[in-house]
């Protein structure tokens, strides 16, 4: 039932969501340290991997009009269709009011349930206070848990005093670490090789292995089976 | 190939005017636009079914008849038959009558429906809704075709003995489209049954629905109905039309940017630009659609909405003649041109009594004679298939 999404000689492909609005943004910043330690801890690890950069900033109007219309326009659905393709992801986002962006939000909004099942994720946010230090761990990961995305164990938080502590530097290495070691063991694809018929989908979704043909669609269930003139009674 | 118009029986403010129609004057205006669809000769007229404010179509029979009653010859749908809401046995019971009635100008679209509490006021749950949809259509299915029905699932009582009344003209089902914009085992019963599958074509950008329409497609070929491309395929859209491109813009646009659904997201230009929204002269609502088929392959009815957004009486009858005059003749021709020998032609009444009877006169259902309990006894008609008889429920 289920494809590959990478085949062995493809670079992995690292995907960083950014909700940073200013420029030069700290978040950004952020971001882009993060992405450089796992493109060189990926490196290490033997896999040659490709890297993009998701701007949620330019993509706001857009996001807002998809969310308010249901459907995405041509440049929200390349950054979908991205993340689709993703191996790993480095998602990013500022501490606004106690919380995640709400452009981040919105944003992940409009991900199908099953895009990011099974991908690799740092979770990383900034602050102007020390205050926020659990935004990544107490909100992003129940939200990309709900996503069936795999957070790496170490989030990366930075507030204003972090930009002259060498220990941020020391904490985007491990996240790097794990992620590297992720991607390189192939447990991501494992998992979605042999749970892929376990989880939610949607018919002709945005997911790489979503169901597109008849070929791809599981007909040994239930509801199929009553599609087939079948009885629910069980008899 | 079939063209017509569908509504959603919307009751919407007109923002040019700031006026909202009562339910009286939409129903009444409903009935004008039927007729004024038949009196230009497109194929279709269907309406939605609605539990709520602010649409007027809670009873698509009762209005359909009504209509039927007005007309000539433009055939009367549904778009859609909750069939997951609706008891089956009173959609084969309403829908048979209806098609008496209109004397077999009578299809309809079963759909799930989408308003979280209807299913509530209906006593059922919406997370059900897929099994309540599939199920019931496999029991409507054996009502209309078999004289006594025994039957049990989950979706309503068992029944022993029934059978439903009367049955439908000439013993001929009427042709059901299943409607669907996102799930395959609805589209997997359409082929099942060599059924029609319809895509509704709206609220989504070109071509969204190409993947489940190619999927039925597959399903019906390989249910052994015909091939692929003799499938029984209806798509939706939404139209404005005016003389030239300019003026349909300027006149739709308040209508597009008041309107809840539209108004707030895409501007009129991309939303006319990425969906199958067909704003313009006649010309280019006949190059949109051309386009549908390119994508979509040989098909079989193609309905618009004409009447929505609180679009007043008036314009919404300029809409109908400017499809039925200067529309759909040349898409009727230019479909024609394009159309691979094998495609099928829309089902009819006609049709499918020639499918089923050839030359031999059609079945008509005769009672046995009430035996003074309201029952005829174990066999309900006098041609009854002996094989069938009822095992009617005893009481005490």
Redesign the interface.
Known sequence: MTKPFQSPEHPARLVVINAGVSDPSSTRMLADRIAQQSLDRLAGAGLATSLTIIDLAPLAIDI???I????P??KLQAAIDSLAGADAIVAATPVYKAGMSGLFKSFIDLVDNDLLIAKPVILAATAGTARHAMVADEQMRPLFAFLRAVPVPTSIFAAPEDWGAPDLGKRIDRAATELAQFVASGVGRAIVNAAWDGYQH???GNAAQA????AD?N?DT???R????????G? | MQFGIFSVSDVTRNPLTGNTPSEAQRIDAIGRIAQRADEVGLDVFAIGEHHNPPFFSSSPTTLLAHIAALTQRIILSTSVTLVTTNDPVKIAEDYAMLQHLAKGRVDLMLGRGNTVPVYPWFGQDIRNGVALALENYNLLHRLWREDVVDWQGKSRTPLQGFTAIPRPLDDVPPFVWHGSIRTPEIAEQAAYYGNGYFANNVLAPNFHFLPLVNFYRERFEHYGHGSKEQAIVGLGGHAFIAKNSQDAHERFRPFFEGNPIYGSSYSLEEYAKNTPLSVGSPQEIIDKTLSFREAFGDYQRQLWVVDAMGLPLEAALEQVELLGIEVVPVLRKEMASRRSSGAAEAPTHASLVAAKYGDAPARQPTPNPNRGDNLTGARPYQDTDPALAAKLPLVG
């Open positions: 807002a009009k998809a308010v219309a249901g459907f326009g041509d949607q018919f002709a169901e597109r043909s008849a669609v007909f239930d509801l199929m009553l599609a087939a003139g079948g009885s629910s009674s008899s």
